[in-house]
Nanobody, 124 residues
Framework: QVQLVESGGGLVQAGGSLRLSCAASRTFNSYTMGWCRQAPGKEREFVVAIKWRGGSTYYGDSVKGRFFISRDNAKNTVYLQMNSLNSEDTAVYYC??????????????????WGQGTQVTVSS
């Protein structure tokens, strides 16, 4: 198995920011790392992804212009910078990896490994 270690979740005021981190225990020359989230009473949805080679990114419509994904190659880590948070962003956020990077990045079934999830709660 491959472990994904997530951190950075917590409670934040509406309009504030958080940065989530996800570190993978293994690395390959080419793969995709992404984030999805699941809010209470809703289905899990795609948030953002990045391909390790080339750095192509994909964003869900609900987070474009507010969320930004980046990477640290030396640490095998991806970051999710979340700005202008609102109550609709309250959810459990999951990190995921598609090891061969071939799957459709916006499709949840493309991913092979998942993190344990980290709770993000936005208050007003």
């Amino acid at each position: 198995q491959v472990q994904l270690v997530e951190s950075g979740g917590g409670l934040v005021q509406a309009g504030g920011s958080l940065r989530l981190s996800c570190a993978a225990s293994r690395t390959f020359n080419s793969y995709t790392m992404g984030w999805c989230r699941q809010a209470p009473g809703k289905e899990r949805e795609f948030v953002v992804a990045i391909k390790w080679r080339g750095g192509s990114t994909y964003y869900g419509d609900s987070v474009k212009g507010r969320f930004f994904i980046s990477r640290d190659n030396a640490k095998n880590t991806v970051y999710l910078q979340m700005n202008s948070l609102n109550s609709e962003d309250t959810a459990v956020y999951y990190c995921a990896v598609d090891w061969d990077g071939i799957g459709v990045s916006t499709t949840l079934s493309s991913y092979d490994y998942w993190g344990q999830g980290t709770q993000v709660t936005v208050s007003s």
